[in-house]
């Protein structure tokens, strides 16, 4: 990889698909990283991991833009997104930040512009996201929500929620060396992979404008079922004892939060929505 001020700046982009992701959305979002509005002498590599079999719709989609892309690496069955993630960081080149992107989100024109300007003047942050733009389809309902305000706040109230928001996050290519790549031992991969970062020493931050369009599907609340919630309370509690040992009373949050989920759904969507996600 190249550093950061030796050459041309080189980005990678890394996004994966799989055979529930939506057509139409998947376009939407890997358009908007290839239409980034970037600084002049900026190179923009987009690696693309498929998680299994596609189907017509979406194969017909990949093919239709794979010729813009620098990488796409397929697996021949589903093996979750921490797998395909790893797989496209092994074969990471001489990049010197790392850009996320999720299959059904929309990254503004001025998102990548704004994050390298701002890591390039903040060298002692090593991740930063930004604000996003939640977009609800089935209530048509759209919010600003915000995290965590400068590192300190970041790592006091990692307990409570993520600092950043993994589909709007541009880290430093060592980051994920320090990190050995994301943590394949939950569903939550991205928590698992913000507490080990956490415990690394590295650096959070966030920009308070909101940079991408966050898309809760349909199938948004299905997806959050009680396997996917009980993965979430022991990557919370495991990440809580790497920072803060066993007397803490930040368990309470997470325990707190899997009730949550285990409640009817109106329920959730109503803790879903309360101020505190809002950044508030």
């Not at 024109?109 to 930063?128: C, G, T």
Request: charged share 20%; hydrophobic share 45%.
């Amino acid at each position: 990889m190249n550093t950061e001020n030796s050459g041309p700046l080189v980005v990678a982009t890394l996004m994966s698909v799989y055979g529930r992701d939506d057509a139409k959305a998947f376009t939407a979002a890997i358009k908007s990283v290839l239409d980034q509005d970037l600084p002049s002498g900026v190179v923009s590599n987009v690696y693309l991991g498929i998680d299994g079999p596609l189907p017509p719709t979406l194969q017909a989609a990949v093919a239709a833009i794979e010729s813009q892309l620098f990488l796409v690496h397929r697996n021949a069955k589903n093996q979750g997104l921490a797998h395909v993630l790893n797989a496209l960081i092994e074969r990471l080149q001489r990049e010197a930040f790392v850009f996320r992107m999720d299959a059904d989100d929309v990254s503004l024109p001025q998102r990548y512009r704004r994050q390298l300007s701002y890591l390039q003047a903040h060298p002692e942050i090593d991740i930063l996201g930004t604000a996003i733009t939640e977009s609800d389809e089935t209530t048509g309902r759209q919010r600003v929500i915000r995290f965590a305000a400068g590192p300190a706040e970041a790592l006091a109230r990692m307990h409570w929620r993520v600092p950043v928001a993994h589909p709007t996050v541009c880290m430093r290519a060592r980051v994920l060396t320090l990190a050995g790549g994301y943590p394949v031992e939950s569903t939550n991969e991205d928590v698992a992979l913000w507490f080990r970062c956490a415990d690394l020493g590295l650096r959070f931050d966030n920009l308070p404008e909101p940079l991408l369009v966050f898309r809760v599907g349909t199938d948004f609340w299905r997806r959050r079922g009680l396997r996917k919630a009980l993965s979430e309370l022991m990557c919370y509690l495991r990440g809580i004892h790497r920072l803060h040992g066993w007397f803490t009373p930040a368990y309470g949050v997470p325990v707190l939060r899997f009730c949550l989920r285990l409640m009817p759904t109106h329920v959730s969507r109503w803790a879903y929505s309360l101020a505190w996600r809002r950044g508030s």
